[in-house]
């Protein structure tokens, strides 16, 4: 039986990372209480369900750049997620990782008819 990644993240170097996070986007703003992270564990599609190892809610632009370039020294795989809407099971925490939650950023800061995108900022 293959342990999910939440699980195999212990010990001083996942304190290390989550203190890190936690100096990134503040500390009432890294979510790792299992009875919290309970509401991360699927989208809309609930018929899948898994625990990240921790959630991060960036308020800005900045903090998401942080957060990832924070991940990927560590080798931790991300999960972005905007509300927990979509129906495809595409934002699960499969092999646990961070998870970064979009719901802070309600701010558009720039749109460009040219370009089918946006800047958002929280």
Known sequence: MRLPYYHAMTGPASKSLIDSLREIVGADHVVTKPEELLVYECDAYTLEKHLPTAVVLPGNTREVEAVVKLCAA????IIPRGAGTSLSGAVLAVDGG???ALTRMTRATAAHSSKP???THG
Do not use: K, L, R
Not at 74 to 77: A, E, S
């Open 74 to 77: 560590h080798q931790v795989p």
């Open 117 to 119: 995108d946006a800047s």
């Open 98 to 100: 961070i998870m970064i």
